[in-house]
């Protein structure tokens, strides 16, 4: 079974807004960290923000005011509400978990910002 799965990536145009999905399979426990990174073409990949158990979440610079990262523990999920949205947000979007020592990658989902 895929473990982390991701949706919500798609064509969008240039100020709009995007919500990005990820659900962690329910055999995986005491999740400590839930993020997304992304990886545009060229680039090496980025955190773009990532949410804890024990603390603030964290964003990414280029992000921040924009993107909002939220988490339901109940449901193992993450969500990355995604606004105002630019051509330089152009990337493939991961998924990223850490349980104990074991961290997770999602396949990545193509968010493509483009007029």
């Known amino acids: 079974q895929v473990q982390l799965v991701e949706s919500g990536g798609g064509l969008v145009q240039p100020g709009g807004s995007l919500r990005l999905s990820c659900a962690a399979s329910?055999?995986?426990?005491?999740?400590?960290?839930m993020a997304w990174y992304r990886q545009a073409p060229g680039k090496q990949r980025e955190m773009v923000a990532q949410s804890t158990t024990v603390a603030p979440p964290r964003y990414a610079d280029s992000v921040k005011g924009r993107f909002s990262i939220s988490r339901d523990i109940g449901k193992k999920s993450v969500y990355l509400q995604m606004g105002r949205l630019q051509p330089e947000d152009t990337a493939v979007y991961y998924c990223?978990?850490?349980?104990?020592?074991?961290?997770?990658w999602g396949q990545g989902t193509q968010v493509t910002v483009s007029s």
């Open positions: 329910a055999d995986i426990r005491n999740i400590l960290i």
């Open positions: 990223y978990a850490v349980s104990g020592e074991t961290a997770y």
